[in-house]
C-alpha cells in the first residue's frame, strides 16, 4: 500500500513534501527533487522555510494559526533553488492532528506559477484596455487553485487514507472501469442462464480465466462481471486489447518502462498495466493474437508474480488477478505453434465457454427490445415487422449479439424508427428467397423512375437501396463516435462504456471509419 501510494506521488508533476511538527522535511517526491535541484538525502531532514526567501517567510506564519477544524492553507511567494534563481510558486497545504489535537505533521503540494506570475505583472502594466485578458488570466490562477484543491482531497496521510480510494484514484487515472454486472445480461436460454450461473460462481476465486466464445458473444461484458462480483470488485479493472497494439510496444504497455529506456519515452516513467492493475482485476482480451515473444515474458510474469519495467532491473510485486478471452480456438493454436503450451495451461485454469447466439435464438426477441431501449425506442420490437422478426430467429448471426445490435440500431436510423421491412435489412441476412421477394419492395422504396425491380441475378435497384441504407448508416455512425471522442478527449474506454460498446468493438469501427 506504502509503495502504491509513493509511487503515484513520484508520477505526479507537482512538488510534494511532508513535514513535522518542527517544520523538517520528512519526505519529498521527485518533483520535488527535481524543481529544487536537490537530491532526497539532501531535502530529507531540513528546514522547510529554508527555501523560501526571508521576504516572504512571514507568510507561513499562518501554519502556526491552524487548527483542526480549519487546517488548510494556500500561499503563493518566491523560493530559492540550488543554483540560486528564484521563483514563484503556490503552495497548498493540510495539517493532520492526532486524537488530542496536537499537531503531528504537514502534507503541502506546490507548483511553480512563475509565467503565471510574469504574465500577471505585465498584464497589470498594461493600460486599461487589456482588463478583459487580466480577468482571462485571473481565471486560469483560479483554475490552477481548484487543481490543487483536487489534489489535496485525493491525496491524505499514509496512516489514514484507504485503499479503496487509492483504486478509485488509479481508475480514473487510467480511465478503465468496469460497468457491466450479471444482471445486465437479457436471457431467456438455459444454456446462457448456466454459464452465467457458472461465472458467478467462479469470480469468487483467485485463478486464473479463460473466456472463450466468437467475436460478439458478449467476452468482456463477462470479465467485467466476474470483476464486479468478486472480492477485487473495489479495486481497479484494467482492460488491454492484445490485438490492437503493435507487437513492439505490447511489453512497455503491459510492464511499464523507466525513464531513458528507449527514445520517446516518458519523463519519470511509466508504470505498466500490471502496476495500475495491483488488487484488481486485469484483462487480456484477443490473448490468441499475442506474439510469442510477448507470451514468454507474461508466463514468467505469471510464475514469478513480479514484474520488471523496461529499462529498469527492479523487481515489483504483482497483485492482479488475470482474465483472458478469445474468439478462436486456443488448444487449436497451441497445436499449429502459434500459441505456447505451457501458457495456455497457466491461463486456461478456469474455463468460461460463452454459447453463439445461434444456439440461444430465444433471447433475440428479448434483446431486440433491449437494443432499442437504449437508443430510446422503448416499445418499437412490439412494433417491429413480423416477417423481419421471423428472419432474425432463422438468422445464424455470425457476428452474434453484436451483429445484431448493429442491425437493430441501422433499423432504428431509418424512417419509421424500426419499423421498416425485409427491404431495409442488410443484404448478407436475407436468404436468397427473402431477397426475390424483397427486390419488388425495394424497387418501390427507390421512387418513381427508378425502373422494374431486378431479381437475385441482377439485383440493381435492390443493390442501390441497399447501398444507400449502408452509406447513411455508416455516415450516422461516424458522427456518433466522433461526438463520443470529441465529449471524453479521445478516452476510449469512456467513450466505449457511454455508447454500450466494449473497447475492442470500439477500435474496430474506429478503423473502419478511419479515425
Known amino acids: 500500500m506504502e509503495e502504491q501510494y509513493e509511487h503515484i506521488l513520484d508520477n505526479m508533476s507537482e512538488e510534494v513534501s511532508r513535514e513535522d511538527p518542527d517544520g523538517l522535511i520528512t519526505y519529498v517526491n521527485q518533483a520535488f527533487c527535481k524543481y529544487y535541484g536537490l537530491t532526497r538525502e539532501q531535502a530529507i531532514g531540513m528546514r522547510a522555510l529554508d527555501v523560501v526567501i526571508p521576504e516572504d517567510r512571514h507568510l507561513y506564519d499562518v501554519v502556526q494559526s491552524m487548527t483542526p477544524e480549519n487546517p488548510t492553507y494556500r500561499i503563493n511567494c518566491r523560493v530559492r533553488k540550488a543554483d540560486g534563481s528564484v521563483s514563484w510558486i503556490q503552495s497548498s497545504g493540510r495539517a493532520y492532528f492526532n486524537e488530542k489535537g496536537e499537531f503531528v505533521e504537514l502534507f503541502d503540494v506546490s507548483m511553480d506559477i512563475s509565467h503565471l506570475k510574469a504574465r500577471e505583472r505585465e498584464l497589470l502594466a498594461r493600460s486599461d484596455e487589456l482588463s478583459a485578458a487580466v480577468r482571462e488570466k485571473a481565471q486560469e490562477l483560479e483554475a490552477v487553485n481548484e487543481r490543487l484543491t483536487q489534489v489535496n482531497s485525493q491525496l491524505q496521510s499514509r496512516t489514514t487514507r484507504p485503499a479503496s480510494e487509492i483504486h478509485a484514484l488509479v481508475n480514473r487515472i487510467s480511465g478503465f472501469t468496469a460497468g457491466f454486472t450479471f444482471d445486465d445480461f437479457a436471457t431467456e436460454s438455459p444454456t446462457f442462464r448456466d454459464a452465467i450461473a457458472y461465472a458467478r460462481s ?16 458478449g467476452k468482456e461484458m463477462f470479465a467485467q462481471s466476474i470483476h464486479n462480483h468478486s472480492n477485487r470488485r473495489a479495486g481497479p ?28 519515452a516518458v519523463k519519470g516513467g511509466k508504470p505498466g498495466k500490471f502496476e495500475l492493475a495491483a488488487g484488481g482485476t486485469i484483462f487480456l482480451d484477443e490473448i490468441a493474437d499475442m506474439p510469442l515473444a510477448q507470451q514468454v515474458a507474461l508466463l514468467r510474469v505469471i510464475q514469478e508474480k513480479q514484474i520488471v519495467r523496461i529499462g529498469d532491473s527492479r523487481e515489483i510485486p504483482v497483485d492482479a488477478r488475470i482474465v483472458c478471452a478469445t474468439n478462436k480456438d486456443l488448444l487449436r493454436e497451441v497445436r499449429r505453434g502459434h500459441f505456447r503450451e505451457d501458457l495456455y495451461y497457466r491461463l486456461n485454469v478456469l474455463n468460461l ?65 424500426g419499423q421498416g421491412g425485409l ?73 466505449a462504456r457511454k455508447m454500450n460498446i466494449a473497447r475492442g468493438t470500439l477500435y474496430r469501427k474506429m478503423r473502419k471509419h478511419g479515425l
Open 202 to 217: 467462479i469470480s469468487q476465486g483467485e485463478s486464473n480465466v479463460l473466456i472463450e466464445g466468437e467475436s460478439g458473444t
Open 237 to 264: 479493472f484494467i482492460g488491454v486489447n492484445c490485438g490492437a497494439i503493435p507487437a513492439e510496444l505490447i511489453e512497455s504497455e503491459l510492464f511499464g518502462y523507466s525513464e531513458g529506456s528507449f527514445t520517446g
Open 353 to 417: 465457454k460463452i454459447p453463439p447466439l445461434r444456439e440461444r435464438r430465444e433471447d433475440i426477441p428479448l434483446l431486440v427490445g433491449q437494443f432499442f431501449a437504449k437508443l430510446g425506442a422503448k416499445g418499437a420490437a412490439a412494433k417491429i415487422d413480423p416477417a423481419v422478426m421471423e428472419l432474425f430467429l432463422q438468422y445464424d448471426w455470425p457476428g452474434n449479439v453484436r451483429e445484431l445490435q448493429n442491425v437493430v440500431e441501422r433499423l432504428h436510423c431509418l424512417p419509421g424508427g
Open 423 to 495: 427491404q431495409h435489412l442488410p443484404g448478407h441476412v436475407l436468404p436468397l428467397d427473402a431477397r426475390a421477394k424483397a427486390a419488388p419492395a425495394a424497387a418501390d422504396a427507390a421512387g418513381p423512375g427508378a425502373g422494374p425491380a431486378e431479381g437475385p441475378a441482377g439485383g440493381a435497384p435492390l443493390a442501390r437501396l441497399k447501398e444507400t441504407h449502408q452509406s447513411e448508416y455508416d455516415r450516422q455512425e461516424r458522427q456518433h463516435i466522433e461526438s463520443m471522442l470529441a465529449l471524453f478527449d479521445g478516452n476510449i474506454s469512456l467513450a
